[in-house]
């Protein structure tokens, strides 16, 4: 049984960092592209970052470039999002889910989803 397991989210003032982790089990983990997506009541779940299996490749969206990193460590079975100079409009219930294709900015391309981290940035 696949498992992905968030942790690391939690209420920070604007400007705050937090650092997500997301822990897989029940699949090869290295054989996999990560990434992160974020949602809030009544929108659409919002790509983040995405990581290949190796970490050759990295995507951000546009909105977290410069402020977010994402990174993974294959012996640990772990993918990492940390998140720097956060904003109000970053509060959301972030997700990481795992791709045995791309590490694409679509949620329909990810198999395996975890049960979300909720990230509140107060002003």
């Known amino acids: 049984q696949v498992q992905l397991v968030e942790s690391g989210g939690g209420l920070v003032q604007a400007g705050g960092s937090l650092r997500l982790s997301c822990v897989a089990s029940?699949?090869?983990?290295?054989?996999?592209?990560m990434g992160w997506f974020r949602q809030t009541p009544g929108k659409e779940r919002e790509f983040v970052a995405a990581i290949t299996w190796s970490a050759t490749r990295i995507d951000y969206a546009d909105s977290m470039k410069g402020r977010f990193t994402i990174s993974r460590d294959n012996a640990k079975n772990t993918v990492y999002l940390q998140m720097n100079s956060l904003k109000p409009e970053d509060t959301a219930v972030y997700f990481c889910?795992?791709?045995?294709?791309?590490?694409?900015?679509?949620?329909?391309?990810?198999?395996?989803w975890g049960q979300g981290t909720q990230v509140t940035v107060s002003s």
């Open positions: 889910a795992a791709s045995f294709g791309y590490a694409t900015q679509r949620p329909l391309d990810y198999t395996y």
């Open positions: 029940g699949l090869t983990f290295s054989r996999y592209a």
